[in-house]
């Protein structure tokens, strides 16, 4: 796969994951990100220019391990979730979720692929879409601010453990860009290498 091919597929893949968000918000309840216009996989509505281009350039190009890069947040209104207890929840993970099932759907592909006849070429594409959907389904769930994984731990912990750890998120927020390098520096040099290992191995266990 070319570096452009790649940088393609984890732009598309990051934007699948928000609008993974919007629909799972919307089927329970909350049509914020439908009336938005963020319900369609047209990247246009969606593209950040630092996390959906900036980020995913510099990442691709430097080889990186990492395969990061976010879209415009979708919007919603968890006030308006039908299921008040889990609908967070449900809404945090969905976009993890869809690319987890998107790295399933593309690494069986490459495990038979071959058995009908697809061709060397279509088998690169597959393998570099479930590796990256892969990867970012398994990073969204680290327990950190803004990633998913901590949204749906804040949400589904009781109320008093809940309130301080949105206190916390509060505090990560408002130090804005500088909390996110910060996670990434620290991921890339302590977590990044066992993270990564433990991403091939689930990936080479879907291939074969």
Known sequence: MDIISSLIILVLSVIAHEVAHGY???SLGDPTARLAGRLTLNPLPHIDLMGSIILPALLVFSNSPIFFGWAKPVPYNPYNLSNQRWGEVLVAIAGSATNLLLAIVFGLIVRFGSDIGLSGGALAIAA???????????FN????????????LRAALP???SAKLRQLE???????????????????????GPFFTFARWVFEMLVG
């Open 24 to 26: 799972a918000a919307n």
């Open 128 to 138: 570099t879409i479930s590796f990256v959907n892969l990867f970012l389904g398994l």
């Open 141 to 152: 769930l680290i327990p950190f601010p803004p990633l998913d994984g901590f949204t749906a």
């Open 159 to 161: 109320w008093h453990l």
């Open 170 to 192: 509060h505090t990560i927020h408002a130090a804005g860009l500088l909390s996110l390098i910060l996670f990434l520096l620290i991921f890339s040099y302590i977590f990044a």
